[in-house]
């Protein structure tokens, strides 16, 4: 059994690579993109939509847990440097963010909360 958000589910196996990943990407102060990751779990098609549903699953927990949010730390290949809109889209439905998903408040609010992400420690089963 993994863990299953929106209707996708993704494997345990999985699950545990994509914690895996990113915190790795925390330990060395890397952000991650979307395709990077995809290609590195190699999860199954549709992957794109799997791996979105982990990282809100993530951000819901990590929210509950009143802990940053790891889920900032992946982020789009584009010039931006910032998650896809679906990123904020959910933060803010979560309570973290308010405001345009694309713009100087967001890129300010994701640049403080990757500061947060990377001066957290996470317990081991987090």
Known sequence: MGVSALNVSISRQH???????????????HLVTYRALI???????????????ALEHLAGLDVRAERPLRSALVIS?????????????CVTRLGRFSGAS?????????????????EFSYPEDA
């Open 39 to 53: 290609e590195r779990l190699a999860l199954p098609i549709p992957a794109m939509q799997t791996l979105t549903a």
């Open 77 to 89: 290949q584009g010039a931006s440097r910032l998650p896809r809109t679906g990123f904020f889209e």
């Open 102 to 118: 694309d713009g100087i408040a967001a890129a300010s609010w994701h640049a403080a909360e990757v500061a947060r992400v990377f």
């Open 15 to 29: 699950w545990q690579a994509l914690l895996g990943e990113l915190e790795g990407a925390q330990r060395k102060r």
